[in-house]
């Protein structure tokens, strides 16, 4: 699969395909020692990456776009933890964000294909 992206007026491409190939490996995250919420992060592997994140609780969003003032959710927690199928591919410099609901609670589990 092909995944068509915009950066700064030019239009790319890059082969979601090529994830988890060429040594990429599941990596995962201390929340507050590795990875925190409410901080962006940006993919600079120089291939795509995927996550697979676990939300806890109403109101937990996670954010994927290629700046962080250009962004799509995608996931907004309901009234039960939003553990499924939050595994989004992130493309090359590209961001990424989990941000707290309204109890605080955010990621409860952190891991990625790098």
Do not use: H
């Not at 790319?12 to 590795?34: F, H, I, M, P, R």
């Not at 609780?57 to 700046?67: A, E, F, I, R, T």
């Amino acid at each position: 699969m092909t995944i068509n992206f915009s950066r700064s007026g030019t239009t790319s491409t890059q082969d979601a395909a090529s994830v988890g190939t060429g040594g990429q490996a599941w990596a995962k995250y201390g929340l507050g020692s590795n990875r925190s919420n409410n901080t962006w992060y940006q993919n600079t592997t120089g291939r795509p990456i995927q996550l697979a994140i676990g939300l806890l609780n109403n109101g937990v969003k996670l954010y994927v776009g290629p700046s962080t003032g250009s962004y799509t959710t995608i996931n907004d927690s309901g009234g039960d933890p939003g553990e499924a199928a939050n595994c989004p591919i992130v493309p090359d410099d590209w961001y990424f964000r989990v941000q707290t609901g309204g109890s605080g609670d955010g990621a409860r589990e952190w891991a990625e294909m790098r």
